[in-house]
C-alpha cells in the first residue's frame, strides 16, 4: 500500500462533531498484534512500534488499553499491565489478567472484601507519557477505558451477575461502585497526559436482539459514571465514544444524555446504520459497521471494498461516520481484507462524498433473518398458562406449587398441567424475550422457577407425560468461550421436557463424537459466537461421519453468527435463531 500517511486528528473530531473533514477517517480501537504484525513486517515490542502501525496504516491516533480489564484472554499488547496482582494462568503476566471469566471472584459479600482490589496506582500510564512524547504531528492517544458493566458480571460470572440482580442487588452495586469508581480514577490520571484526544468507553451491553438486562439497571448503576466520564472529556476536549456489541437502541438516547459524541461499532446483524443515523445522526457520530459476522472475515478483498464503498455511500454525506470493523479486527480477519478496508476508506472516503449506487447493498449486506416463533396457546378449562408465566416471572414458587395442586384438585390431567400449563408458559415466556419484552436475567429466573416446580411434583407431572420426551447433548464449539446462549438454549429445552447434557465450552470435536457414541441422543446441539469457530461445526459433523455415527444423531446448530444457509451447507438437519425456536426445531427433529 502506498499512500502518504497524512495523520490530523482534527479530522477524527470533526467526523466525530458531526461534522465533515477532508475524508472519513478510520475508526478502529483495537486491530489483533498479529495483523498489525504482519503490515510491518515485524513484531511490536515497544509503543513505538504501536505508534508506527497507526501511523502507516493511516490511523489518525493511537489506541491504548486502560484501566481494568478483565479480559478473560485479553489482547496480549494491551498497555495495561497489573503489577503484581493475578496472572494468567500459565504466569504469563503480560496477559494482564484480573479475574478469569470463569473463576468467579466475587459472589459473596465475604469475597468483596477478601479481595485485593486494585487501584488506579497499580495501572501502568508509562505508554501514555511515552506517547506524549513520541506521537507524531497531528496525532493523538486514545485510551480504551470504560467496562464498568462488564467487569462487573466478569467479576462475579454471568449466571451469579443475573441471578443476583434479583437476590442481592446491593452486592451488584456495590461492585458498580468499586469499579465504576477505579475506572473514573484511572480517567482523571489520564488527564495528566497531553497525548491523550479522546477516549473510547468499552461496555457490551446487548446481544444480536436487544440488552443483556433491563435498562433500569443501566441507568441506576452504570450510566452515572460514563455522565461523569463525560463531564471530564467536556472539560479536557476530549472525544467520547461509546462501544457496544449489539442492539441497544433502548438505551441511544441515555448515551447521547452521557455526553458521547460517538457510538461503535453499529453491528450489522444486530442495528441497520442507515436507520440509526436517520434517528441518531445528529447527536451521534457512527462508527463501526464493516461486518465481522461475514464480509471481513469469509468475503474477498473486493466484498470489503463494496461494503466499505456502500457504507460511506449512504452513511458518509453530512459527515459523522468513520469506517471500522463492527467489533475489532480481530486475528482471523484474512490480512488483505484489513488492508482492503483501509484502502477503500481512503480510495472512496474524500468529501464531499458524491458516490452513486452501485447495487451493493444486496451483495454486501446480509442481515440474518429471524424466524418469529409462533406459540400455539391451547387452553383447557379451569388451565390457563398465563397463570404460570406470571409465576415464573415473578420466581414465585410457593405460588407455582400452589397453582399446580389447584389445578390437580379441579381435575386436570397431571401430563396436562405440565405440558399445556407450563411447557407453554415456558413457550410464551421465550416468546416475551423474542420480542424484548424480558431480558436474560428473567428468562433463567423463570426456567429455574419452573425446574424446581416440575421437580417438587417429579413422580406425578412426569409419570406417562405427554410431553415431548427427548435426549440432546449440547455445547458451545472448540476454541469459543461465549456460553449464555447456550445455557439460555438449555433451559429452553429442559423448558420444553427435553433432557439435555451440558458438554459446556470449548467442547472438541472429539468430545463431541464421544458423547454421541457413549450418551446416544437423540439430538446433538452445537453453538458458536464466532464467525472463526462457527467452522468448528464441520469439522463436527465430519468428524461424527468419519466414526459412523452422523446417521445416529440429528444435529441442531445455532449462535450469533449462524445463518440457515450456513447450517444446510455443513450438512446440519437444523437451524434455529435463538433459544424459544431451538426448542421448536428440537421438537420437530424428535418428531420425524
Ligand atoms: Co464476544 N463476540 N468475543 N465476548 N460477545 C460477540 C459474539 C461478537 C458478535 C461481537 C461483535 O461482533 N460486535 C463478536 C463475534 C464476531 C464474529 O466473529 N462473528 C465477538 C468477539 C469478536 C469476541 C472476541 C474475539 C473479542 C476479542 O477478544 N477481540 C472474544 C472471543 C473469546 C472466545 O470465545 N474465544 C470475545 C469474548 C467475549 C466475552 C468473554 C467478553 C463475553 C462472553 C462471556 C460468556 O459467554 N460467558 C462476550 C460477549 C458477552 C459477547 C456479546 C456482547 C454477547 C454474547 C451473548 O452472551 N449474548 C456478543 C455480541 C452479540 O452477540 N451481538 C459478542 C447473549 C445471548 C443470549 O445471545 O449468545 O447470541 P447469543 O445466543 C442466542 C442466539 O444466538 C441463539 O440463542 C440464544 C438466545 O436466544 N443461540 C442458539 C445460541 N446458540 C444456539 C444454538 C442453537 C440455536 C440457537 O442450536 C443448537
Known amino acids: 500500500m502506498t499512500r502518504e500517511p497524512n495523520p490530523d486528528f482534527d479530522r477524527y473530531m470533526i467526523a466525530l462533531h458531526r461534522g465533515e473533514p477532508d475524508r472519513v477517517p478510520l475508526g478502529d480501537w483495537h486491530v ?10 515485524r513484531n511490536l515490542e515497544r509503543i513505538e512500534d504501536e505508534i508506527d502501525f497507526c501511523y502507516r496504516a493511516g490511523f489518525d491516533y493511537v489506541p491504548q488499553f486502560a484501566g481494568l480489564l478483565t479480559w478473560p484472554h485479553g489482547p496480549a499488547q494491551s498497555a495495561s499491565v497489573l503489577r503484581d496482582r493475578k496472572v494468567s494462568a500459565d504466569g504469563d503476566q503480560s496477559e494482564r489478567v484480573w479475574a478469569g471469566e470463569r473463576d468467579n471472584v466475587v459472589t459473596s459479600w465475604e469475597q468483596f472484601k477478601k479481595y485485593t482490589w486494585p487501584t488506579a496506582d497499580d495501572f501502568k500510564f508509562s505508554q501514555f507519557k511515552a506517547l506524549d512524547r513520541l506521537l507524531p504531528k497531528g496525532m493523538k492517544a486514545i485510551p480504551v477505558l470504560g467496562r464498568i458493566f462488564t467487569s462487573v458480571w466478569l467479576y462475579m460470572g454471568a449466571d451469579n451477575f443475573f441471578d443476583a440482580l434479583g437476590s442481592n442487588e446491593e452486592l451488584v452495586a456495590a461492585l458498580f461502585d468499586k469499579i465504576g469508581n477505579l475506572q473514573y480514577e484511572t480517567l482523571l490520571r489520564l488527564t495528566e497526559h497531553s497525548s491523550v484526544g479522546a477516549i473510547v468507553s468499552n461496555d457490551d451491553c446487548a446481544h444480536n ?30 472525544g467520547f465514544v461509546f462501544h457496544s456489541d449489539g442492539e441497544i437502541s433502548e438505551i441511544m438516547d441515555d448515551i447521547i444524555a452521557c455526553g458521547f459524541d460517538g457510538f461503535h461499532p453499529v453491528q450489522p446483524n444486530a442495528m441497520d446504520i442507515v436507520e440509526t443515523k436517520k434517528k441518531w445522526g445528529d447527536r451521534l457520530c457512527l462508527l463501526g459497521n464493516i461486518n465481522l459476522d461475514s464480509t471481513l472475515t469469509l468475503g474477498t478483498p473486493e466484498d470489503v471494498r463494496s461494503e466499505v464503498y456502500e457504507r460511506i455511500r449512504t452513511v458518509g454525506p453530512g459527515g459523522g461516520y468513520m469506517v471500522a470493523s463492527s467489533n475489532s479486527v480481530t486475528n482471523y480477519v484474512p490480512f488483505e481484507n484489513m488492508k ?12 464531499p462524498i458524491q458516490l ?5 447493498a444486496d451483495t454486501t449486506f446480509k442481515t440474518r433473518s429471524r424466524t418469529e416463533f409462533q406459540q400455539k ?10 397463570d404460570y408465566v406470571r409465576v415464573f416471572l415473578d420466581d414465585n414458587l410457593p405460588e407455582a406449587i ?23 408458559a415456558m413457550a410464551i415466556i421465550g416468546g416475551k424475550f423474542q420480542s424484548g419484552e424480558i431480558y436474560i436475567p428473567e428468562m433463567i429466573m423463570a426456567a429455574r422457577t419452573m425446574s424446581s416446580t416440575v421437580g417438587h411434583f417429579k413422580d406425578l407431572l412426569t409419570a406417562k407425560s405427554e410431553v415431548v420426551s427427548g435426549r440432546v447433548v449440547m455445547g458451545t464449539v472448540k476454541g469459543d468461550l461465549h456460553d449464555i446462549g447456550k445455557n439460555l438454549v438449555i433451559m429452553m429445552l429442559e423448558g420444553q421436557g427435553l433432557t439435555v447434557h451440558d458438554l459446556g465450552i470449548g467442547v472438541h470435536e472429539s468430545r463431541f463424537v464421544e458423547a454421541v457414541r457413549d ?12 464467525t ?5 461445526m464441520k469439522v463436527v459433523i465430519d468428524a461424527l461421519t468419519n466414526a459412523g455415527l452422523r446417521d445416529a444423531v440429528k444435529i441442531i446448530v445455532g449462535g450469533a453468527p449462524v445463518t440457515a444457509e450456513f447450517a444446510a451447507r455443513i450438512g446440519a438437519d437444523a437451524y434455529a435463531f435463538d433459544a424459544p425456536e431451538a426448542a421448536q426445531k428440537c421438537k420437530e427433529l424428535l418428531s420425524k
Not at 209 to 237: A, D, N, S
Open 532 to 536: 472463526s469457530t462457527m467452522t468448528e
Open 402 to 424: 400452589e397453582l399446580v395442586e389447584r389445578h390437580i384438585a379441579a381435575g386436570v390431567k397431571p401430563s396436562d398441567v405440565l405440558s399445556k400449563g407450563m411447557v407453554q
Open 377 to 386: 396457546v391451547e387452553s383447557l378449562p379451569g388451565l390457563n398458562a398465563a
Open 32 to 41: 489483533d498484534t498479529s495483523l498489525k504484525a504482519r503490515f510491518l513486517g
Open 356 to 360: 452513486p449506487d452501485r447495487g451493493y
Open 519 to 530: 450418551e446416544k441422543p437423540d439430538v446433538l446441539a452445537m453453538s458458536a459466537l464466532l
Open 340 to 351: 482492503a478496508m483501509f484502502n477503500a476508506t481512503f480510495e472512496f472516503g474524500k468529501y
Open 209 to 238: 436482539t436487544g440488552l443483556l438486562i433491563h435498562p433500569k439497571y443501566l441507568r441506576k448503576y452504570m450510566f452515572p459514571w460514563y455522565q461523569k466520564f463525560g463531564e471530564v472529556c467536556r472539560q479536557k476536549g476530549w
